[in-house]
């Protein structure tokens, strides 16, 4: 999604959106002099930069309409803007209680991302008193009062919550979290891209843990699957022209210590497919260096340069989860379905390319 029409949220699948359409430091960086002095506190830059015509609002859509501005973001209002949305998120939920036809909210909060800005009632009450200890204190409170509406419209038992992340810590901004594994988003190391995830479902989803494989693409088919069109029906709900990468995860999800539908897992580094998984061994084409370019500062996943493998580049994730030893060489039969797997994909890939609408290079 973002800011040109045919990625506007109202066109492509939302019901009804409130939020920003960019990412969260482009509208405060550039007038933080706390942050960006460089250009806060000189007039001429920051002029240019506040005539740029990019969005610089909280707005709203709704499907066949156009982007409502509801108010500029700046760096006094941003603290407020997680408040602002979970009461339009409550207010939805409270809109949904006893409806007979299924709803779907895909709930974002904005205040984990940097710059982080708590709101001014959070501030100072992390156990670190960082800005971005006390985000995250405010998001849990704010996912408190989602699930309380749910609670109290009587609607808990009948829905599933899938609490995740779209990506590892951002390493290059301090204060930021913190991971076990190698690299942070941006890379296609496990540190970039695996992330915890909870699910509830009061009554139907049993306690548990488990580290079978799970993709974010699962979300549309296991919630389609759940309002009635499972497997192969979704197929049915789009243009053929469109490839369904997503699996039917509600039996893994709700049957009693089952195991994941999904067998692979692909990585990818922007455009370019990069590493593939399957059970506990990971293959990988292309890696970054976040240290190859410079030694000093916050080498993060958006540092250094992307490396080629030469040779057989695999890693036993549950032997050596800090991906530091490969085990390609020694494990030359294992390889085989990787590769075959990788190859499998590039060949979807090819049948159903990728509409490119903005690339880093």
Not at 220 to 240: D, H, R, Y
């Amino acid at each position: 999604m973002g800011e040109n029409n045919g990625s506007q949220p109202q066109n492509v699948g939302f019901d009804d959106f409130r939020g920003f359409l960019s990412v969260s430091d482009m509208y405060t960086e550039w007038r933080d002099p706390t942050y960006n002095p460089e250009v806060a506190l000189s007039p001429d830059r920051y002029k240019y930069i506040e005539d740029l015509p990019f969005s610089k609002y909280d707005v709203h859509s709704a499907k066949g309409g156009k982007i409502e501005e509801v108010k500029e973001i700046t760096v006094d209002n941003i603290k407020n803007l997680d408040q602002d949305w979970c009461k339009y998120g409550e207010d939805f939920l409270k809109k949904q209680a006893g409806s007979k036809k299924p709803f779907f909210l895909y709930y974002c909060t904005r205040a984990a991302h940097f710059d982080n800005y708590p709101n001014s009632y959070y501030e100072g009450r992390s156990a670190s008193r960082t800005v971005y200890g006390d985000a995250i204190v405010e998001i849990d409170d704010v996912f408190g009062r989602l699930i309380k509406v749910l609670q109290e419209t009587g609607e808990l038992e009948n829905t599933l919550i899938l609490f995740t992340s779209d990506n590892g810590p951002e390493s290059e901004v301090p204060p930021a979290g913190r991971t076990a594994f190698r690299g942070a988003k941006g890379s296609t190391y496990e540190g970039g891209v695996r992330v915890p995830t909870f699910v509830y479902w009061k009554g139907v989803v049993k306690p548990r843990k488990s580290d079978g494989l799970f993709d974010l693409a699962d979300v549309l088919p296991t919630s389609m699957a759940i309002a009635g069109k499972p497997g192969a029906e979704v197929s049915k709900l789009v243009p053929a022209t469109t490839y369904i990468d997503g699996i039917d995860q509600l039996s893994f999800l709700a049957g009693d210590n089952s195991q994941s539908n999904r067998k692979s897992v692909f990585y990818f580094w922007d455009d370019k497919l990069s590493a593939v998984r399957v059970d506990e061994f990971k293959f990988m084409e292309l890696a970054q260096q976040a240290n190859a370019i410079t030694q000093r500062g916050f080498n993060g996943g958006f540092s250094g340069g992307l490396v080629q493998a030469f040779g057989s580049i695999m890693f036993n994730l549950y032997t050596n989860p800090q991906e530091d030893e490969t085990v390609g060489i020694r494990h030359i039969p294992l390889g085989v379905p990787l590769q075959t797997e990788f190859l499998r994909y590039r060949g979807v890939l090819k049948k159903y390319p990728g509409r490119v609408q903005i690339s880093i290079h």
